[in-house]
Nanobody, 124 residues
Framework: QVQLVESGGGSVQAGGSLRLSCTDPGRTLSTCVVAWFRQAPEKEREFVASINSRAGTAHAQSVKGRFTISRDNAENTVYLQMNRLEPADTAIYYC??????????????????WGRGTQVTVSS
C-alpha cells in the first residue's frame, strides 16, 4: 500500500519555469525507475523523462534541453525542472514508478504505480 504524490504544478507565462516534485513514503525511489508522463486534453499520455536507480536519465526529444529530471535520495524525491515553458507543454503531469530490474521504459504499461497528477498550464 503506497501513495505516490506529485506537486509543484501551476499556471505560468510562456518562457517561465516550474519545478515538479514526486515522492512516495512507501517506497525508496532510488531502487526504482521513476518517470514523468503528461497528458493534454484529447491527447494520449506521453513520456517526458525518466531516471533509474543508478541516476541514468532519459528525456523525450520534445523537452530535451529544456526539462531536466533529477533525484534527491536524502529527501526520497524526484524532480522535474521545466525551463522555457511553451503553451504546448500544458498538460496534467504524472509521476510513475516500477522497481528497477535493469532496463528503462518509456511506455505507460511498464509502470506499476502512478500518482494522481498535477496540472501545468502555460499561457502565451
Amino acid at each position: 500500500q503506497v501513495q505516490l504524490v506529485e506537486s509543484g504544478g501551476g499556471s505560468v507565462q510562456a518562457g517561465g519555469s516550474l519545478r515538479l516534485s514526486c515522492t512516495d513514503p512507501g517506497r525508496t525511489l532510488s531502487t526504482c525507475v521513476v518517470a514523468w508522463f503528461r497528458q493534454a486534453p484529447e491527447k494520449e499520455r506521453e513520456f517526458v523523462a525518466s531516471i533509474n536507480s543508478r541516476a541514468g536519465t532519459a528525456h523525450a526529444q520534445s523537452v530535451k534541453g529544456r526539462f531536466t529530471i533529477s533525484r534527491d535520495n536524502a529527501e526520497n524525491t524526484v524532480y522535474l525542472q521545466m525551463n522555457r515553458l511553451e503553451p504546448a507543454d500544458t498538460a496534467i503531469y504524472y509521476c510513475a514508478t516500477y522497481l528497477d530490474g535493469g532496463q528503462m521504459s518509456t511506455i505507460t504499461q511498464s509502470y506499476s504505480s502512478w500518482g494522481r497528477g498535477t496540472q501545468v498550464t502555460v499561457s502565451s
